[in-house]
């Protein structure tokens, strides 16, 4: 008897022992220990044992080989769970080395940078940073700037109106601002001279995109008014910022034109290294009638002013074939600069 129940148990043992999974563990428990199991059936043989002392001894192994039996289960239960936590686990590991080792930051947006770029470039030369609003009035985007109402040059700026009419005011005398030089008026309203700022911003036109051209775009306007400022500081100016901001291998030129708002009043164009050349934005002598506009006696005061576009010049510097290029929010062309 004793001899049948050692067997029972190493047979049991073995088995728990082999199993390999937690569903043949689950098995082998109603196996090894429910009623109809080897040791189970044993013990029903007890009764068939001659003396008590038999008996008691043979009772006494076999709880102790049915203890073993839980207990081998208990632990081979453990084992197996343990091990599909570990298995689970590698499945849903992150490797957060990958992200650590190489991050993927992101970074300004390519007119961002140029604007910064441009007012480190300006704010080094001695100037200030000034800004005004996007929704403008009529007076200071046209009026003050020598553009009243009717004057042909309204017409160069395809005008977006807002839908609001001012208290005292016009219904169409609200608009988004065509261009930066508005901030000129608020600036000489705001202070006395001397005056040196710069005033990179948003403006809106109702222009058709192309190569050259968006709807939304960014300027940078520059003013200065002081004693005895000639054209002679307009071109030095000019030619520093060029130097600065495209290296040495850009040129500029200035060329005579037309702007209601200066007098004598030239074009800005540079070169870039193959030879191609882009206008880049209008500059002048600040016209009498803007200074008094602003609050400045001319016979006291003179100055200069110029308004780049910003965006082109992103373009220039970085070799970009189309200005919408910037605008796609196609992340292979950003993530290039
Ligand atoms: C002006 O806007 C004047 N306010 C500039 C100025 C300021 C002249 C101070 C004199 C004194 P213009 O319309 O030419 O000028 O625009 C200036 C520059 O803005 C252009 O040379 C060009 O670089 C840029 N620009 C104009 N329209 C667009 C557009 N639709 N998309 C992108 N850039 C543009």
New binding site residues.
């Given amino acids: 008897m004793i001899a049948d129940i050692h067997h029972a148990r190493d047979a049991a043992l073995h088995e728990i022992e082999q199993a390999p999974t937690l569903d043949a563990i689950v098995a082998l428990q109603a196996r090894l220990t429910g009623k109809r199991s080897e040791l189970a059936l044993l013990k029903t043989g007890l009764g068939g044992l001659e003396s008590v002392d038999e008996r008691r001894e043979a009772g006494r192994v076999l709880n102790e080989a049915m203890d073993a039996v839980v207990e081998a289960l208990a632990r081979r239960r453990e084992a197996l769970e343990s091990e599909a936590l570990d298995i689970r686990l590698a499945a849903e590991r992150l490797d957060l080395t990958e992200t650590i080792g190489r991050p993927r930051r992101g970074h300004a947006h390519l007119v961002t940078q140029a604007w910064e770029r441009l007012e480190d470039v300006f704010v080094g030369m001695g100037f200030q940073v000034a800004e005004g609003p996007e929704v403008e009035t009529d007076w200071h985007n046209f009026e003050a700037l020598n553009m009243g109402e009717g004057h042909p040059a309204r017409g160069?700026?395809d005008t977006l109106f807002v839908d609001h009419v001012p208290p005292g005011g016009r219904a169409g005398s609200t608009v988004l601002r065509?261009?930066?030089?508005p901030v000129?008026i608020r600036t000489m309203l705001a202070g006395a001279p001397p005056i040196y700022i710069v005033a990179p911003g948003r403006?809106f036109?109702r222009?058709t995109p192309d190569a050259?051209?968006?709807?939304v775009?960014h300027?940078i306007?520059?003013l200065v008014v002081d004693r005895g400022i000639s054209m002679a500081h307009l071109a030095g100016t000019i030619d520093a910022f060029t130097k600065a901001f495209f290296g040495q291998d850009f040129s500029s030129r200035l060329r005579p034109s037309y702007?209601p708002?200066?007098e004598p009043?030239a074009?800005?164009d540079i070169q870039l290294p193959n030879g191609q050349w882009l206008?880049?934005?209008?500059?002048?002598m600040v016209h009498p009638a803007v200074l008094r506009a602003g609050g400045i006696d001319p016979e006291e005061w003179s100055g200069f002013?110029?308004?780049?576009?910003i965006?082109?010049m992103a373009v220039m510097r970085h070799g970009v074939g189309d200005?919408r290029e910037m605008f796609s929010n196609d992340i292979r062309f950003i993530e290039q600069f």
């Avoid at 002013?305 to 576009?309: H, L, T, V």
């Fill in positions: 160069e700026f065509t261009h930066t030089s000129q403006v036109r222009d050259t051209h968006m709807p775009f300027q306007e520059g702007f708002f200066t009043s074009e800005f206008e880049l934005g209008g500059c002048g002013a110029f308004g780049f576009g965006d082109r200005i």
